[in-house]
């Protein structure tokens, strides 16, 4: 059994739909079970990180884990949370979705966190695979209003070059670590094709849709103030524009394609395919 942590966001829901197809006995850990459809063979359960109970009730009979909780200032001790009931059940493998760049001298807190969690996860004496991912295509989705009130995406990027990563190739490369052997105790890096600017990540969405997606830079107050106003948790807006300032001083243009490849037999989708597989959700907005 397969237990499968943030199993209603962008990654997650991609494994569950992956593992679902394949006919993998797998359960999906969510706040709200009701509110989820049923999907083959899943089981969902209902759990909190910070429920020590619900957590060892999901993880019983489960011998792999796919660890992934949100950004969160709390991000550590909830999937830390999950690492001490996945050793109490006996787990034998956990694929954690982590952060490219994760590291101890990493400039900013998300990537800092992911590497103090993936140290533990190897004292820990479980086998691991480390998945590190550049930042979603995915994304883009969420300017999908404004493209359609303004023709417009706006963000904070400046003209850095960001190697943008496709969710279904960070989903495939965490379900053949689960069900093909030899991923245990590996860390892989992962990005797209190519590191594109968010001027010219505009342009290839603007001719995929059929409308009219300009980039405008932002500075980090308007930024601030969008999110802010948006809802969105302190913590969160001040994690999300550390990331882009490291993408604006072009540490986010690295290329690294070729593990997608290596590790599931087929090239990482580019920016062109999600555009215009996604189109429907640009369209609709």
Do not use: C
């Amino acid at each position: 059994m397969i237990l499968v942590t943030g199993a209603t966001g962008n990654v997650g829901s991609e494994v569950v739909r992956r593992l679902a197809e394949q006919n993998v006995a797998v359960r999906a850990l969510t706040r709200n079970a009701d509110k989820v459809g049923k999907l083959g063979p899943v089981e969902w359960v209902q759990g909190e990180f910070t429920d020590a109970q619900s957590l060892t009730s999901a993880l019983r009979g489960v011998d792999k884990v796919v660890l992934i909780s949100p950004a969160h200032a709390d991000m550590v001790a909830h999937q830390l949370a999950v690492l001490d009931a996945a050793r109490a059940a006996g787990v034998k493998h956990i694929v954690k979705l982590s952060g490219l760049g994760a590291g101890p001298e990493a400039p900013i807190r998300l990537p800092r966190n992911h590497f103090e969690i993936e140290n533990r996860i190897k004292a820990s004496g479980i086998a691991y695979t480390f998945v590190r991912p550049n930042l979603f295509m995915q994304v883009l989705i969420g300017s999908a209003g404004s493209i359609a009130s303004d023709g417009a995406i706006y963000a904070p990027a400046g003209d850095g070059a960001i190697s943008f990563t496709d969710v279904r190739d960070v989903a495939a490369t965490i379900v053949t670590a689960l069900l093909e052997p030899g991923h245990e105790n590996q860390a892989y890096e992962i990005t797209g094709p190519a590191a594109l600017t968010y001027t010219q990540a505009a342009e290839v969405l603007s001719g995929a849709i059929g409308k009219t997606a300009k980039y405008v830079a932002v500075d980090e107050e308007t930024a601030r103030n969008a999110m802010t106003s948006g809802g969105l948790d302190q913590w969160l807006v001040e994690a999300f524009l550390e990331l882009f300032q490291i993408y604006r001083a072009g540490y986010g243009a690295a290329v690294l394609s070729d593990t997608v490849a290596k590790v599931t037999g087929r090239p990482a989708h580019d920016l062109n395919n999600f555009a215009n597989t996604y189109r429907p959700q640009f369209v609709a907005a």
